[in-house]
């Protein structure tokens, strides 16, 4: 059973920085996308940023300029780095990976048990 651990969310002040890991619990054939997705009580699941193995970067507008996604592809491992942080960015992070455990299986997506971010204003 593949696992997506992840790590680094918790309570901030607004204008504050968190970093958010997430890392794969084995290795994969071939891993497309890993990103970030949110969800705010209430609100839907919202993709905040993604990243392709070849680094090629997707945020949402929201954080753009405030946010970065990095991945390290030998770890498997994905990155978030927030900074400017503001209450309206506070809900349950998911780490997502969509990748090939083996050549022969199909693509599909796996998820992180959520870490909760919390910005106070």
């Known amino acids: 059973q593949v696992q997506l651990v992840e790590s680094g969310g918790g309570l901030v002040q607004a204008g504050g920085s968190l970093r958010l890991s997430c890392a794969a619990s084995?290795?994969?054939?071939?891993?497309?996308?890993m990103g970030w997705y949110r969800q705010a009580p209430g609100k839907q699941r919202e993709l905040v940023a993604d990243?392709?193995?070849?680094?090629?970067?997707n945020y949402a507008d929201s954080v753009k300029g405030r946010f970065t996604i990095s991945r390290d592809n030998a770890k498997n491992t994905v990155y978030l780095q927030m900074n400017s942080l503001k209450p309206e960015d506070t809900a349950v992070y998911y780490c997502n990976l969509n990748g090939k455990r083996r050549a022969y299986l199909s693509l599909y997506d796996y998820w992180g048990q959520g870490t909760q971010v919390t910005v106070s204003s």
């Open positions: 084995e290795t994969f054939f071939s891993i497309n996308l």
């Open positions: 990243i392709t193995s070849g680094g090629s970067t």
